[in-house]
């Protein structure tokens, strides 16, 4: 069962929600060696100093400062100083954590998510899970091509959502991309009772695109908490933690599992 964790909107909890799931799954740890292999962003140019006749062209087009790979500076510069290079975007790593298997990527400063890094890393995991009954995706945030490439191969997207108009419209837009890809939707509102109209308009809006909600978090301060000392909120016994137990259970039941 592949379950990706998703939401358009940051800070809605999901990465809180994906390690809170992935204590309540029965794993043995196995050891494993820890690797990483590189990875790389979309070329970018690179000036020959040494040849260079300063005549500012590829300035005109933003320099290779602001550079986001198209190349028009290899076509205007007179002196044919400019290459595209491969830039290094950080690793790729394989790692060993309590809870099992780790696949995760550690990016350089400046380097931000894309649907090119999401699939290697998913690919990793996927090709390590071996007989693992169960594989939990945290997803980035976003509606565009990182949540293409994080759904995509999954069974269930469990899109985390919070009781606010724009989380509500954020929920309709990933459910509509999850959808295209064959995924079923679940939902879960965190943070539930700290606005119940939005909290009611969520479920009325789910009911009526027929997307199921799981489970309810109540906003609980042992989260902040849990977060400060670097421990799962599960690791406590508390309403929050309380309540995604309840999610994991009905994720089973939706599934034909439990």
């Not at 693992?132 to 490439?149: E, F, K, M, N, T």
């Not at 999954?154 to 419209?169: F, I, M, N, Q």
């Not at 943070?191 to 009526?208: H, I, P, Q, Y």
């Amino acid at each position: 069962m592949r379950i990706a964790v998703a939401s358009r909107k940051g800070g809605t909890g999901k990465t809180v929600v994906t390690v809170a799931l992935a204590t309540l799954i029965p794993c043995s740890l196995q050891p494993e060696a820890v690797s990483q292999r590189p990875c790389y962003g979309m070329p970018c140019a690179e000036i020959n100093p040494d040849l260079c006749i300063e005549c500012l062209s590829c300035v005109d087009g933003g320099g290779p400062v602001r550079c986001e790979g198209w190349a028009v500076c290899t076509v205007v510069c007179p002196a044919g100083t400019t290459a595209m290079k491969r830039r290094y975007a950080g690793a790729i790593c394989y790692s060993k954590i309590a809870l099992g298997p780790f696949s995760h990527a550690r990016l350089e400063p400046g380097f931000g998510t894309s649907g090119l890094l999401v699939t290697e890393v998913k690919e990793q995991a996927f090709e390590r899970a071996g007989d693992r009954q169960v594989l939990l995706i945290d997803g980035p945030p976003g509606a565009g091509c990182p949540l293409i490439s994080t759904v995509t191969g999954t069974d269930v997207a469990l899109v985390v959502t919070e009781p606010s108009a724009s989380a509500l419209h954020d929920l309709k837009r990933v459910a509509t991309v999850c959808r295209g890809f064959g995924v079923t939707v679940l939902a879960v509102i965190n943070k539930c009772d700290l606005e119940e109209g939005m909290a009611d308009a969520t479920r009325r809006s789910c009911r009526d695109a027929g997307i199921r909600i799981v489970g309810e978090i109540p906003f609980d301060e042992t989260v902040i908490q849990s977060i400060r000392e670097l421990r799962p909120v599960t690791a406590y016994d508390c309403p929050a933690a309380r309540a995604i137990r309840t999610v994991w259970k009905n994720i089973g039941r939706e599934l034909g599992v439990a």
